[in-house]
């Protein structure tokens, strides 16, 4: 055999080799794919197998049907719970002070024709004779947003200014209680701002019962810098007052009922046990 001969057909046989070690690397490939798409039917999680939970003291095995019933009980149990906390809060929210039969009882309700700016916000209505109402649900409201401040002061750091007659009884009787500071008939102007004065005094708080007739207190109050409360009726501005409870300032009823409850909370706060009766506010009017 000529060396030509003999090379054409050793390239033959390569040629030959290559293409039985193609056609076996394709095989093989797919082979290989199959085996893969079969390992993944086969490990795919079926919806009736077992799932493993592990924890204290054992690990325990539940179906997926079972793991939902489950989880559907929790969050009954869990909306169940929150239900009631809501329904708690709720009924508590709903406890006033007094009964609101007192409020009406006491007219603490009652404005005047005027309104002001102001006061309008917490006016529920007018009556026919033009007399604004009112609401009694702000009042308590903000009776014990009050009463949770003022029971953070001690009696000696605060002072309560009440001009108006109908309320000196009230005003009497929480300061024999409470031991606060007060000043009935007439304010001294100038006894918190001047020291020259022999009755000067210092205090963290000042009370009014009317911004309008208890005006030289708030302005003294004012420029000391101190806190301003006070009880406010339709026809009051609340320049210079830093809270203020809308109410019936001029009926010694409801005067009365407003202070009784201060000096009750005031002493529940303070946990001072005295004996404490609301007629002993509430002034009956002739």
């Known amino acids: 055999m000529g060396r030509k001969k003999k090379t054409e057909v050793i390239g033959g046989l390569k040629e030959e080799v290559k293409d039985i070690t193609k056609n076996v690397v394709e095989t093989a490939k797919e082979e290989i794919k199959g085996l893969k798409v079969e390992h993944k039917k086969i490990t795919k999680p079926q919806k009736s197998e077992l799932i493993e939970i592990s924890g204290t003291p054992k690990t325990k095995k539940f179906s997926r049907k079972e793991l939902k019933e489950k989880a ?4 009954e149990k869990i909306e169940g719970k929150k239900t009631e906390e809501l329904k708690e809060k709720l009924e508590l929210s709903r406890k006033t002070l007094v009964p609101v039969d007192d409020y009406v009882k006491a007219g603490v309700y009652i404005g005047t024709k005027v309104i002001t700016p102001h006061m309008r916000q917490f006016v529920y209505r007018r009556r026919n004779d033009g007399i604004a109402i009112i609401n009694t649900n702000i009042v308590d409201e903000k009776l014990k947003e009050m009463c949770k401040v003022i029971s953070k002061y001690k009696p000696e750091d605060f002072v309560v200014v009440c001009k108006r007659e109908t309320g000196w009884k009230a005003v009497q009787k929480f300061a024999e209680l409470t031991g606060a500071r007060i000043f009935t008939k007439k304010y001294p102007a100038g006894i918190l701002t001047n020291p020259s004065l022999p009755n000067f005094f210092e205090t963290e708080m000042v009370f009014i019962c009317d911004p309008w007739l208890d005006k030289n207190a708030l302005k003294d109050g004012n420029i000391i810098k101190k806190k301003v ?13 830093n809270f203020f409870v809308p109410c019936n300032n001029k009926s010694a009823k409801s005067i009365g009922l407003v202070f009784y409850i201060l000096t009750r909370e005031y002493l ?8 404490i009766k609301i007629e002993d506010f509430v002034e009956e009017e002739s």
Do not use: P, R, S
């Not at 559907?72 to 969050?75: D, M, T, Y």
């Not at 303070?270 to 004996?275: A, L, Q, S, Y």
């Open 268 to 275: 529940k706060a303070n946990k001072i046990e005295k004996e």
């Open 72 to 75: 559907k009980k929790l969050a």
């Open 229 to 241: 409360f006070a009880l406010c009726d339709t026809n009051n501005y609340t320049f210079g007052i």
